[in-house]
């Protein structure tokens, strides 16, 4: 087990360098799918996709537009019935979580313009909402994100990044076990993509949930996750462990490797489509 550690600058959390992966993964759920299928109509999204993701695992999911990813995380998160196939958190396939066990980030912060930042992650509580603990927990997850002094303010007044702060916050709000990232930095600019991507990588290392990420940039793929699943047309064309320690540094020799690796095989399946 990893000791890990916090330090702030300027009202910014950042990892420590001995903060390598999570101090406990045993909040986490496994993820396991077996013949996962999804059609619309006579177009075969999903084609019978096999995986496990064991508890507390970061994993990021990649490929081109259209090859069924953001569809996957609909089913895992239950926002769409699959076609054929299953899949289920935990070890028993019979077992059902509890709703407060997944979560999900959006790229669009979806907060409530008419509510304070501190109403608005107490949203996630579902029935502790505007209860003392639920304003304590909220309080908490707020200081989480960097954004405690925030708590009044209007979401109107905040950039974009502040904004996904306060999204992540009440995403954490309720101590989820899985946490799904439908492209949570996609619309941020750059310097700012890289700054959450910190924080994202710090709250999944102190809180130990089981991440599923669903991304087009592959740079953060590699930066966040253990392991990078490769979409295409509907099947998993690569199965790709990154054994990199953290916090990883953008540009190292060792990330772009990995990262050419992944962009190789995803223009050879684009070659291979563009010449049949």
Same mark, same amino acid.
């Given at each position: 087990m990893t000791v890990h550690a916090l330090k702030r600058f300027d009202n910014v959390t950042e990892l420590a360098p001995q903060a390598?992966?999570? =101090?406990?993964?045993?909040?986490?759920?496994? @993820?396991?799918?077996?013949?996962?299928? &999804?059609?619309?109509?006579?177009?075969?999204?999903?084609? +019978?996709?096999?995986?496990?993701?064991?508890?507390g695992q970061f994993v990021a999911i990649v490929g081109r537009s259209g090859c069924g990813k953001s569809t996957l995380l609909r089913l895992l998160l239950n926002l769409d019935q699959a076609s054929g196939g299953q899949f289920w958190f935990g070890e028993r396939n019979d077992? &059902?979580?509890?709703?407060?066990?997944?979560?999900?980030?959006?790229?669009?912060?979806?907060?409530?313009?008419?509510?304070?930042?501190?109403?608005?992650?107490?949203?996630?509580?579902?029935?502790?909402?505007?209860?003392?603990? +639920?304003?304590?927990?909220?309080?908490?997850?707020?200081?989480?994100?960097?954004?405690?002094?925030?708590?009044?303010?209007?979401?109107?007044?905040?950039?974009?990044?502040?904004?996904?702060?306060? =999204?992540? =916050?009440?995403?954490?709000?309720?101590?989820?076990?899985?946490? =799904?990232?439908d492209e949570p930095l996609g619309a941020l600019d750059a310097l700012t993509r890289i700054s959450m991507q910190k924080l994202l990588g710090q709250v999944w290392v102190d809180q130990g949930f089981t991440a599923i990420m669903v991304t087009h940039d592959v740079a953060e793929a590699v930066t966040l996750a253990d392991r990078v699943l490769i979409i295409e047309e509907g099947e998993i064309a690569m199965d790709l462990s990154v054994d990199l320690?953290?916090?990883?540094?953008?540009?190292?020799?060792?990330?772009?490797?990995?990262?050419?690796? @992944?962009?190789?095989?995803?223009f050879r399946n684009s070659k291979a489509g563009e010449d049949a």
């Open positions: 390598l992966v999570p =101090a406990d993964t045993s909040r986490g759920l496994s @993820i396991t799918a077996q013949g996962l299928e &999804k059609s619309f109509g006579d177009n075969r999204v999903l084609r +019978g996709l096999d995986f496990h993701v064991p508890a077992a &059902k979580p509890d709703k407060s066990a997944v979560r999900v980030m959006f790229q669009e912060p979806r907060l409530l313009p008419w509510a304070s930042v501190l109403s608005n992650v107490e949203v996630g509580l579902g029935d502790k909402r505007g209860t003392p603990e +639920g304003r304590a927990l909220a309080l908490d997850a707020l200081r989480n994100v960097g954004l405690e002094t925030r708590r009044d303010d209007w979401p109107a007044v905040l950039s974009g990044g502040q904004k996904q702060r306060v =999204a992540l =916050a009440r995403a954490l709000v309720s101590n989820p076990r899985v946490l =799904a990232f320690p953290r916090p990883r540094e953008r540009g190292s020799v060792e990330v772009a490797q990995l990262e050419g690796r @992944i962009l190789r095989e995803l």
